[in-house]
C-alpha cells in the first residue's frame, strides 16, 4: 500500500465515486419509499458527498446558497430525512455529518476517528455490525441502525 494518504477520507469507503450518478440512485431509493428528494434534501446531501470531511450543520447552512429558506431547522430537518432514508449518518463525537454510498442497504456504521489529526474514515466491520444485530435481537430489540465511534490514533499519525 502507498502512502497516497490525505485526510479528505471521511466518507471512504462508502463514498461513491460519481456524486451526479449517486444523487440519482438517492432519489429513486427515496421515491421507493413513498417519500421525495426535495431540493434542499439533495442540495445537502451533495454538499456531505462533496465534502472531505464529516461537515457540521451550520457549515452546510453556510452553504446552501440561499436555496429555500436557509435556517438551522431547514437544515436539521434534511439531515434527520438523509438519516432516516440511509443517506449519511451522524459522528455524535464531532457532531458533524457524512454521507453514505450504501443507500441499497441500511448498516451500521463504524467511523474510527483520530485523537491527533482529527480524520473519520468510515470502516467496513461486517463482523462486528452481524454481532451488534444478532445481540440486540437476541435482547428482543430490533435495531435501525447503529453508529459506532472509535477512538484512537490512526495509520498516518502512527507512522
Known amino acids: 500500500m502507498g502512502n497516497a494518504h490525505t ?4 466518507n471512504t469507503p462508502c463514498s461513491p465515486q460519481d456524486v451526479d450518478i449517486f444523487l440519482n440512485e438517492a432519489e429513486a431509493l ?16 451533495r454538499l ?6 464529516p461537515a457540521k ?7 446552501l446558497d440561499g436555496e429555500g429558506s436557509s435556517k438551522p431547522p431547514t437544515i436539521y430537518r434534511a439531515l434527520d430525512f ?3 432514508m440511509g443517506l449519511a449518518h451522524k459522528i455524535e463525537s464531532l457532531n458533524a455529518y457524512v454521507a453514505c ?21 468510515e470502516l467496513h466491520a461486517t463482523a ?10 437476541a435482547a428482543g430489540f430490533r435495531m435501525d441502525r447503529a453508529v459506532i465511534e472509535v477512538r484512537g490514533i490512526c495509520r498516518d499519525c502512527t507512522e
Open 7 to 10: 485526510h479528505a477520507h471521511a
Open 30 to 45: 427515496v421515491a421507493r419509499q413513498g417519500q421525495r428528494m426535495t431540493r434542499i434534501r439533495r442540495k445537502v446531501l
Open 48 to 53: 456531505l458527498l462533496e465534502s472531505a470531511e
Open 57 to 63: 450543520a451550520y457549515d452546510l447552512l453556510a452553504n
Open 82 to 84: 438523509l438519516q432516516h
Open 101 to 121: 454510498g450504501h443507500a441499497s442497504h441500511r448498516h451500521s456504521a463504524v467511523f474510527l476517528i483520530c485523537d491527533n489529526c482529527h480524520g473519520a474514515e
Open 128 to 137: 462486528t455490525n452481524d454481532a451488534l444485530r444478532g445481540e440486540t435481537q
